[in-house]
């Protein structure tokens, strides 16, 4: 099984901030890596998928980007809404695992 | 509205079986992959298993495989996930999830839907 690794488990922002959380495969999977974000007691929201393809709806301040092992998501101006869990998945093969997730918390 | 409703949830003794259920509405299920994903109370997701739209093609995490069994009924827009033997480190919610496309073939497999998840606790 592919393993994923994310980093850091998590974070501390301010509103306005940029930040970067990373995603480490165990093996390539080429640019099948999915990005979520969930919310406390709230199902996983598709951000991006594809690496760096933004999911019809999420704001352009989400942005993907990486190939082969290693992998970022970045925010560029940090929103009160964006402070929830975010975990990352790979799609290359079965099965489908999922990263440890990032909790980004409000500083 | 495309929607997706989980059902068949609660507690359940060890060792014994449950199946959930998951409706979907506002899209042409037939058409698309399906996934379960669980989460264990504080803990974070876990791909669960995968059904192609056509339910011919089937796969799980290992730690499943053989316990778990998907299914779909597409004449009834419904997804199902048969528990068997359960564990306590079973208990979770369940969370069913559209997959973008068939679930085979060559694209970009994510789950773009998901649905609010039903609780399943195991525990004597």
């Known amino acids: 099984d592919i393993q994923m690794t994310q980093s850091p488990s998590s974070l501390s922002a301010s509103v306005g901030d940029r930040v970067t959380i990373t995603c480490r495969a165990s093996?390539?999977?080429?640019?099948?890596l999915n990005w979520y974000q969930q919310k406390p007691g709230k199902a996983p929201k598709l951000l991006l998928y594809?690496?760096?393809s933004l999911q019809s709806g999420v704001p352009s301040r989400f942005s993907g980007s990486g190939s082969g092992t290693d992998f970022t998501l970045t925010i560029s101006s940090l929103q009160p809404e964006d402070f929830a869990t975010y975990y990352c998945?790979?799609?290359?093969?079965?099965?489908?695992?999922f990263g440890q997730g990032t909790k980004l918390e409000i500083k | 509205q495309v929607h997706l409703v989980e059902s068949g949830g609660g507690v359940v003794q060890p060792g014994r079986s449950l199946r959930v259920s998951c409706a979907a509405s506002?899209?042409?299920?037939?058409?698309?992959?399906m996934h379960w994903v669980r989460q264990a109370p504080g803990k974070g997701l876990e791909w669960v298993a995968l059904?192609?739209?056509?339910?011919?093609?089937?796969y799980y995490t290992d730690s499943m495989k053989g316990r778990f069994t998907i299914s779909r009924d597409n004449s009834m827009n419904t997804l199902y996930l048969e528990m068997n033997s359960l564990r306590a480190e079973d208990t979770a919610v369940y969370y069913c999830?559209?997959?973008?496309?068939?679930?085979?073939?060559?694209?970009?497999?994510?789950?773009?839907?998901w649905g609010q998840g039903t609780t399943v606790t195991v525990s004597s």
């Open positions: 059904i192609w739209s056509d339910g011919n093609n089937k």
């Open positions: 506002g899209f042409t299920f037939s058409s698309y992959g």
């Open positions: 093996q390539s999977i080429t640019s099948y």
């Open positions: 998945q790979q799609s290359y093969s079965t099965p489908h695992t």
């Open positions: 594809a690496a760096s």
């Open positions: 999830a559209r997959d973008r496309g068939s679930g085979g073939g060559s694209y970009f497999s994510a789950m773009d839907v």
